[in-house]
């Protein structure tokens, strides 16, 4: 999946399918249940839904596995709702427009903030910088926890010298 992807909203559906020409032939209303893609470009209340194809299948491998699983099919990323810089308003105002995600929020492109309305350039300024204080944070975590197993470590090492040093001066 490209970046541009993992911007958009993608889910696998299971849809009833009118057979017209089989219902015509038995005389009786005939469906057949099909597969489909739903697609929606945040920041754009469009969807596209269509049968889907089998590239479809390596493109969105994530959220087809999902699909194959009977998972939930959740956007990956950071949800609005956890975000406390928004406001209850411009959180509604996301959702309608198929915006999700922080990540989201900072892929938005000019012409996408201009079409939201005032405010939202600042909005996508903020969600990256928002993006951006988490994985410094998550990378600070991340050593600070590294940190901690390799002095455990050496603690345990001292430990396991010292007896040796106590063995060693019994047997002499």
């Not at 596995?65 to 406390?84: F, H, K």
């Not at 309608?96 to 909005?123: H, N, P, R």
């Not at 470590?153 to 002499?172: C, D, H, P, Q, Y």
Request: proline content about 2%.
């Amino acid at each position: 999946m490209n970046d541009d992807d993992a911007k958009l909203w993608v889910k696998f559906l299971k849809r009833a399918v009118h057979l017209k020409a089989r219902s015509e032939r038995e005389g009786r209303q005939i469906y057949e249940d099909r597969e489909f893609i739903s697609i929606v470009v945040p920041g754009s209340a469009d969807e596209i839904v269509r049968e889907i194809r089998e590239e479809d299948k390596v493109r969105f491998a994530a959220q087809w596995n999902r699909y194959l699983l009977n998972q939930e099919q959740v956007m990956d990323g950071t949800p609005i709702d956890e975000w406390p810089a928004l406001t209850a308003s411009q959180r509604e105002e996301l959702k309608y427009l198929k915006v999700f995600t922080v990540e989201q929020i900072a892929g938005l492109s000019d012409a996408q903030c201009q079409k939201l309305g005032a405010g939202y350039m600042s909005l996508r300024v903020k969600a990256g910088a928002f993006l951006d204080l988490a994985r410094d944070t998550a990378a600070v975590q991340r050593y600070a926890a590294e940190n901690a197993e390799l002095r455990a470590e050496i603690e345990a090492l001292k430990e396991a010298v010292a007896e040796m040093k106590k063995k060693g001066s019994r047997a002499a």
